[in-house]
């Protein structure tokens, strides 16, 4: 019942800005969801496949920005071959041809081919913002569509994609009339850039707050981009090498002074270390450092270089900073809420450079802790029961023991009961890794404590499918499983087939489950895709109900089948 | 076998008060001693490793008076599997070494899935896995030489692979050494699937020098995006400007009059004086004095006094080649400059260096000028 017109309605309905608010406000009742679907700018889909463009234009006609996640977690891991799917082009062709004034592109995990970046450019007048995570399919061919026709391009962020890189002129794309750029990000590009045109387009962006360069732009040229730019807030540096005594060096420091907006800083992807002083001046204000990409930056001038930092609130370091130096963050940096520690020896995990001990420190000295990625060479339990204490705030636990399956190397025992007080603590957790040597025990604690948990990923663990009917019966919020190696069955998977529903997706590989369990499953839920994903096409030629599935990866979907499925992709 | 058993049995029944430890030393056969009869006072079970006997190991299993074999017991779960000390399951060396890698693959070592691989693309991850397990363990107990024994209750009757070892009984400790891969029981090895892994030989020495080991596909899970780009970082650091990558920079290291020369890998020090005890300890006649850097930043430069003191009270110099080919005296530059610019390293006599010191000198009074360019 409305007792405003809709108009006020939609006025109130702009200060509802999460997606999760506003789906709730359309299911309020259909006059409600009317006014929230027409009025509805951004729209977030985690699973490209659970809906259509065509739907999703017919719900939200005044859609001005889209995200959309493709393939499926574990493909950041090579478990995914190449072409499973999550096509881009489909969605912008479709919004294309219709009137949507399409302004921002996020995408995730997503293939995306160069004639999608050209109709992208060329379709939408007022684009203003494209960002690519982690996809693939393009190159800078498809980047130079965009510089030279998207008129008021405001943001063009690349994270992580696999690009290839013609080492053609996209910079040069730039029209001189485009001034409007805010976000420059391309420091996962390997290929040379025009220097010249790069300092031209940040000598006319007078709104450019982030700017993050890759490999190839040298010392004296970053120098230059910064007289520039004063104003940068996020600077991604890409190649930091230069003789120390040198006339350009000199000028860099005197330029890095005039930076003061700079609150994030990355790169680093070559670095001389003698020439880290230049960069104390704008420390003490950082509140992301992320040197995670640079091997070359260790030991004492690592160690020094954070010791300026107070102000950090989000760190992402390679392990070579060692238990040490994270004890120096954790008397640095008070401000702490994200650590991500890498390995830079991820193969040999003998090397891996901290343990335990580091992350106890950590815990100890940033009581604001909440998210962490964290590959180790070992934990404990008693380690994890003090982090537990020390930082109940977790929402993201993320930890990577490099030895799948290690057990504490103080006791022997599993981790079970470190994870159970890490569960049990921080009751607002969403999301969670686990690893070394687990037992059903630790997904009995999940069960029990982990009732806000979103997210959970299995590897190597369990003893029986008690592990995961645990989980699925008491998380009751869990949107994303992924599980691989567990010995979880068609008992686990089919206990419970309504509960996928209520979630995203679940994945699981080189587990027990069956080809007759996973018919099962897609029998009984027609709303459910559920894919066997079989490279060496074994199911071809065996149908026997009882094989084992190597890789099943169900989801909910409102539109059935996908059609763009490749060969060795069976849907059930 | 028998003679040797014989052997074994008589030297039990003679020595019965003796601890079967004494036994075994005493057979020169290396063979581990049996009790079939429970008539020494090992109060465990000892089996035969000498020869691949499966039907030993199934005697052994029907449980001998006083016999004692943990590790069978069907309710062996996972957690017992750390209190005990076991040895790598397939050693090809003695003890410390490597597995086996042609029989990784079948053992279940007690591991808790206690799967077996089955034809259908069950995962050669499993059979890392288990190695693994087993290789872990042998960390925890290095000093107990009992291989664990395979018998995880929960999937006896598989068809698959169920790898029983013969075991060892805990009292049992000594000589063990020899035995190690006659103890390994094991069924036909299970024909690979499509999977990509590669198996290599598994060092089983977690902490130590790392060696090659079995890659899981997406273990550990790192986007490739990444161990690319920081595999390009390394390669790009040598390339670049001669920078050494973060692994080892190893350089020759000549003495005049010595017969030949060393290796040095620069980074595993941090300071000069680190490189010069280094050095002391490899030319033992070698005195380097008080080379280089105090150890605190911003004080590497070498103070002129301190120059002239080391090249008059010391009878050696180090001197080393840098980029450009020129011989210079080491210490002058901060650590960190001087490992990526050093080629090579010489040790001569002062008097041969003492062409060098003006020039070093001279440089350090114009580094001083320039001291805001160093301790950075």
New interface residues.
Partial sequence: MNYFPDEVLEHVFDFITSHKDRNSVSLVCKSWYKIERYSRQRVFIGNCYSISPERLIARFPGLKSLTLKGKPH?A????VPHDWGGFVYPWIEALAKSRIGLEELRLKRMVVSDESLELLSKSFVNFKSLVLV?CEGFTTDGLAAIAANCRFLRELDLQ???VDDHRGHWLSCFPESCTSLISLNFA?L?GEVNLGALERLVSRSPNLKSLRLN?AVPLDTLQKLLMRAPQLVDLGIG?Y?HD??SEAYNKLKIAIQRCKSIRSLSGF??V???????IYPICGNLTFLNL?????L????LM?LIQHCRKLQRLWILD?IGDKGLGVVALTCKELQELRV??????????AAVTEEGLVLVSAGCPKLNSLLY?C?QMTNAALITVAKNCPNFIRFRL?I??????D?V????LDEGFGAIVQSCKGLKRL?LSG?L?DQVFLYIGMYAEQLEML?I??A???DKGMLYVLNGCKKLRKLEI????FGDAALLEDVGKYETMRSLWMS?C?VTLGGCKSVAEKMPSLNVEIID??E?MEF?LDDK??V?KMYLYRTLVGHRKDAPEYVWIL | MSPPLLGVEEEVQSSVSSPSVECISENGMGLKERNYLGLSDCSSVDSSGVSSNLNLATELRLGLPGSQSPERETEFCLLNLGKLDEKPLFPLLPSKDGICSSSQKNVVTGNKRGFSDTMDGFSEVKGYVYTEKSWMFHEAGSDSESPQSVGHGKYPGNSGVNVILSTRSPGVQASVKQDEPANVLQEQPRATNGTSLKQTVISNNTTGAPAAKAQVVGWPPIRPFRTKTLAASSKNNDEVDGKPGPGALFVKVSMDGAPYLRKVDLRTYSTYQELSSALEKMFSCFTLGQCGSHGTAGKEILSESRLKDLLHGSEYVVTYKDKDGDWMLVGDVPWEMFIETCKRLKIMKSSDAIGLAPRAVEKSKANNKKEFGYGC
């Avoid at chain 1, 001389?272 to 230049?278: E, F, I, K, Q, T």
């Avoid at chain 1, 995670?292 to 070359?296: C, E, N």
């Avoid at chain 1, 006791?411 to 599993?414: A, L």
């Avoid at chain 1, 691989?484 to 010995?487: S, T, V």
């Fill in positions: 574990f950041d891991f090579n478990l982690s992580e994609n696999e996962c390997r490999r190649s090498v120390p005594f992807l070559e001389a270390l003698h020439c880290m002083s230049a995670s990409y640079a091997p070359g260790h030991g004492n001038k020094k070579c890498f390995p830079s020896d991820p193969f040999e995990a003998g090397n590959f060479q990577c490099l030895d799948p399956i290690k057990p190397p006791t022997n025992q599993p890794s040597l037992t990923s590897a190597f369990a003893d029986s691989r190696d567990c010995p080189s027990e490279e060496s074994q065996n094989q084992k190597d």
